[in-house]
């Protein structure tokens, strides 16, 4: 199935309404209001194939069990989005207004500020795709695929079970940058093999240690072992310390 | 990358600072093409330092530009050693405002630097210069890649309607979006989108409504200067208008756009709206479709 972006009509309408978009999302649990709200064809198919886009939302699952699921889902299912395509906004309204709906009604639900961060774009650009429900799942997924590992979602699956270190990271500019995110999460994975425990207070550290390294060279131009052995000393001392 | 003002433990060249003397290191980055798959990039740099020049050609230093783009989180570095270059980067990845910073890179650590240009301050000195470290800086380039099948032709098109889905509104109010969203009560959007894609109507409703927003935009880019356009710059609307401004002459980003009149400007840019809308009006009243009660 090709995925369906909702019209430029219907995107202004739902960003333009927010109070009233937010009570349809609290009091309808399935998605049939958006009939009555949108005008009609208010999504439009786009060219971007999508395989097997089915949200799991099984309750027996820890909220970063369900993300990691829905993000790999996600990630395989439009593996041929590039990033122009993946920052548009109608594209994540459209699929929240239809196949992630449930998802994002069990995930994050919309009262309160949930309806600003989740199911909108509070702010432009990287911060706004990675809190919004779906789009963070792609775009975190982006961050930290590795096609190279035998199991190329073997560091999303960490950053998506150490939420607060992966939250923390995104944040930071150079984590824009796929080589940098690899090498401080293959470091965080074999320091903890080795039996040791990596807390908060030493990610925020290092992240700043990393910044610093990038203060009269740039980060950008060491190779990717050269930054895994740099990150690996740096946290392996901060531990330690 | 901001990156001026930075403070370094040797001596790098740029032109925010003295360090160096009769030097200089200026890089032009320029779009040469747009196209679906790619976008490729033109460099031109201007080194006037032999002995810089010479670290380059022995393979201990390099040129590079360091390439970010906000809107889709790109993040990449190119390295290069001929004065003028060409890059590509494949067009999905880069949408609106591209940051292009160009330096001269260590390739390989240098551990007593000199510079017979070094300022008279650093005479007799050498440094340690450890690899990728920065040895000289070229000021930023802000590129907007704008792709043409997204190109808004008319200016009225950069207005959008908005139905306001609450049930207590009365008024039109304009927000600046990546289009001008013009949000209009319940009761009336079906009239305004009427008129709006109405043969011959379109002069109406560019004189009540565009002309108005449109004059608004203006005299908020006149009061807020340099901050408007920082904040609308990535914008459709924004580079729409400053293109349509631009073949009238008109430089929507200098000084001078601040002694413009707006009413003067909103009229020739939708081709004299005010006095086309009278005509069609009166025209329509002249013929009995309209009717007094």
Known sequence: ?241 | MEISNKLFPYPVLASFNDDYIDSNFDVTVKVKSTTRNYVTFEVLVLLENDHLLNLIESDLADFAIHIECSSTSYRSLVRFTDLSYEFVVPSGMINAKVTLCPYILARKTISDYINPLFNLYYEGLSFYIDRHSIMAISLPSELIIAKDYDEIKKVSSIFTLVKDLSDNSKDVIVTPDDLIKIKVPSKQYEDFKYLSNAQGQSDLINAIIIVPAIIGVFEDRKRRGELFVEEYQETRWYRALKKALSKKSIDFESDTFLEEDSLKLAQILLDSPITKAVESYSKIFESGDIYED
């Open chain 1, 1 to 241: 199935m090709k995925i369906k972006y909702v019209t430029q009509e219907a995107l202004d309408l739902y960003k333009s309404n927010p109070m009233e978009i937010q009570k349809y999302i609290i009091e309808n649990k399935d998605s049939s209001w958006t009939g009555k709200v949108f005008p009609t064809n208010y999504l439009k198919e786009s060219k971007i194939e999508a395989k097997d886009l089915v949200f799991i939302i099984d309750e027996d699952y820890t909220s970063d069990d369900l993300d990691f699921i829905n993000a790999k889902m996600l990630h395989k299912a439009l593996s041929g989005l590039n990033e122009t395509q993946a920052s548009n906004e109608a594209l994540w309204i459209g699929l929240a207004l239809t196949d992630g709906y449930e998802y994002l009604q069990k995930r994050w639900g919309a009262e309160g500020t949930k309806f600003k961060y989740r199911w909108n774009f509070y702010q432009k650009g990287k911060r706004g795709l990675i809190h919004h429900g779906l789009a963070r799942l792609w775009w975190l997924t982006r961050m930290t695929y590795d096609q190279e590992r035998e199991d190329p979602y073997e560091l999303t699956y960490y950053a998506f079970h150490h939420q607060s270190f992966l939250m923390k990271l995104a944040y930071r500019n150079y984590s824009n940058s796929p080589r940098i995110v690899n090498a401080i999460l293959s470091a965080f994975i074999e320091v903890e093999r080795l039996g040791k425990l990596i807390s908060y207070d030493h990610t925020v550290e290092l992240y700043k240690e990393v910044s610093l390294l990038g203060s009269v060279t740039i980060i950008d131009a060491y190779s990717k072992d050269d930054l895994k052995e740099i990150v690996l000393g740096k946290i392996t001392r901060i531990i330690e310390k």
